[in-house]
C-alpha cells in the first residue's frame, strides 16, 4: 500500500491505547510502520525495471522485520537521552522504555507486510529464505475509502482525547471497519475470480491463470484478466438490464509470441527483473516491429510504460503465425 495507509495503520494503532505504553510510542509505530520501505533507495542504484524485482522483498522479510524496528528504537532511545541531556526534552514525555519501543516499532513493521500483501503487485513474505511472490488481491494501491475510514477515526480519537473523553474507543472503531471492508473487499476478489472461472469452464476454456484485480476509487468492482504462457486477455462482466454473461477481449492488437521473444533476446539484468517480478507477463508488437514486454495488472495507459522493457533488438512474431 502507499506511505500515507501505512502512516495512518500507525497512527490508529497507537490512538488505540498503545501509545501510552512509553514514550516515542507514535513515532515507533508510524515510522515502524514504514519501515520496510527502506528497499525504496534501490533507485538510487538500480536501473529501469530492476527495481521492480527488488522492491518488497529482503527489508520485508523475517530479518529485517527483526533488524530494522531494533535499529529504530535504538534510533528514538538515543534521540530522548539526546534531548534529555540538552535539556530540551518535553516535560509532557512519558518515560521512555526501550522494550516498549523495540515492541512497538516491531508492531508498526509487521503491519507493513500485511498491507502490502492486499493488492496485485504482490510481496516476498520469506526473502530471504524464499523469492515466492504473494498476492492478496483485495485493496487497490491507494484506497480512498480506507485513508477516510483511518482518518476520520483518528481525527475523532485525538479530538476525544483533547475533551478528556474515551479516546481509544474511536480508534477502536476505526480498526474494526477497515478490517470489515478488507474482509468485504476480498469476498468481492473471490466471487468475482469464481465467477470468472466458472464461465471459462463453461466455456471449455482451460489451463489459464485468473487475476481479479480491484481498480481505484469503484471497490466494487473488479478487472479481471486471462491468460496463458503467451498472452493475457481482459474478461468484461457486461450483465446489465440488457445484457448478461461475459465477453473477451484482448488487451493488445498486436501481440507478439511471448516465448519466442524471451528466447531470442538477449539477456540482462533489467530482462531477467522484470520475468522475476512479472505475474502475467506478454509481449506487444511496438511501431518499429521490435518487442516489448508488458504486465496485464499494469497495462493501463497511465502506468504501463513504467512497468514494460523494450527489446529493441528482438523482431515480434505474431501469434498467428506457426
Known sequence: MDNL?????????????????????????????????VD????????????????RGITHGPPALVILPLILAGLLWAFDRWQEKRGKRPEGRRPVHFGWLYGLSFIGALSHPLFDWLNVYGIRFFEPFSSQWFYGDTLFIIDVWLWAMLI??????????????????????????GLAYIGMNWVITVQNEGNARNHLVGSGVSGVDVIASPPPIEFWRRDIFVG???????????????????????????????SRAIASA???PQLDAFLFWSRAPFAERAEDGSVILRDARFYDPRARDRFSIALPDVKCEELTED
Open 228 to 258: 496463458d504462457s503467451e498472452t493475457w486477455s481482459r474478461l468484461w462482466d457486461r450483465t446489465d438490464m440488457i445484457h448478461t454473461g461475459f465477453y473477451m477481449s484482448d488487451l493488445t492488437e498486436n501481440p507478439c509470441k511471448l
Open 266 to 268: 538477449q539477456k540482462t
Open 152 to 177: 476520520v477515526s483518528v481525527w475523532w480519537s485525538l479530538r476525544s482525547e483533547k475533551k478528556g473523553g474515551n479516546w481509544t474507543k474511536p480508534a477502536w472503531v476505526g480498526i474494526a471497519a
Open 40 to 55: 525504496a533507495a534501490c533507485f538510487f542504484w538500480l536501473e529501469g525495471t530492476e527495481h521492480l524485482g527488488f522492491r
Open 5 to 37: 495507509t501505512h502512516s495512518l495503520v500507525g497512527a490508529v494503532l497507537g490512538q488505540a491505547g498503545l501509545k501510552k505504553k512509553t514514550g516515542l510510542a507514535m513515532p515507533a509505530l508510524i515510522i515502524g510502520a514504514n519501515l520496510p520501505d
